[in-house]
């Protein structure tokens, strides 16, 4: 079973810095595409970060500039780095991944999301 968990969530006040991370774990050969999405309160789900296997970058106007998303192949690890966080960054984070299982092929897989609050 393959499996990601997001960490790193947190109350933090504006202006301030977090870094996510996403952990892949089980029968895992390779993570190819990933995205961080974001829900808040009443809004829907988007997505505001991509990387792609070749490691391009791809960043919603929302938060291009202060995020970066990056990758750890080795440990089959994703990030993103947050800077200047503002109140309407506040929401539940999640992960979501294209990864290439040993038994299961390719399947696209969610986090269970880590909440990120950002007081002003």
């Known amino acids: 079973q393959v499996q990601l968990v997001e960490s790193g969530g947190d109350l933090v006040q504006a202006g301030g810095s977090l870094r996510l991370s996403c952990s892949a774990s089980?029968?895992?050969?390779?993570?190819?595409?990933v995205g961080w999405y974001r829900q808040a309160p009443g809004k829907q789900r988007e997505l505001i970060a991509r990387?792609?296997?070749?490691?391009?970058?791809n960043y919603a106007d929302s938060v291009k500039g202060r995020f970066t998303i990056s990758r750890d192949n080795a440990k089959n690890m994703v990030y993103l780095q947050m800077t200047s966080l503002k109140s309407e960054d506040t929401a539940v984070y999640y992960c979501?991944?294209?990864?290439?299982?040993?038994?299961?092929?390719?399947?696209?897989?969610w986090g269970q999301g880590t909440q990120v609050t950002v007081s002003s």
């Open positions: 990387i792609s296997s070749g490691g391009s970058r």
């Open positions: 979501n991944a294209d990864v290439l299982g040993e038994r299961v092929g390719v399947v696209n897989i």
């Open positions: 089980g029968s895992i050969i390779s993570i190819i595409a």
